[in-house]
């Protein structure tokens, strides 16, 4: 399955489809992957196993979101204020 996953990241183009968000606006799924992506990070980190398949959300989020967004994000988690579970 980590194979599958590592081919997944290395032929990534753009963003797929995501029926979870079947409509042009795309807010949602930028977020969505964002979550996933630091919750990804988060779970891995705490098992002691592989972060490098949690790229996918990454490489999602990043096509979707607009720059100025992420940087305001990254910037609430480290203060401590950002409104999102992790």
């Not at 032929?11 to 992506?37: E, H, I, V």
């Not at 967004?69 to 480290?78: F, G, I, K, L, Y």
Request: proline share 5%.
């Amino acid at each position: 399955m980590a194979d599958n996953i590592h081919t997944k990241i290395k032929n990534y183009k753009t963003a797929p489809f995501d029926s979870r968000f079947p409509n042009q606006k795309q807010t949602r799924n930028c977020w969505q992957n964002y979550l996933d992506y630091h919750r990804c990070q988060k779970a891995r980190t705490a098992k002691g196993g592989d972060v490098s398949v949690c790229e996918w959300y990454r490489r999602v989020y990043k096509s979707l979101c607009p720059i100025s967004w992420v940087t305001a994000w990254d910037e609430h988690q480290a203060v401590g204020t950002f409104p999102g579970k992790i």
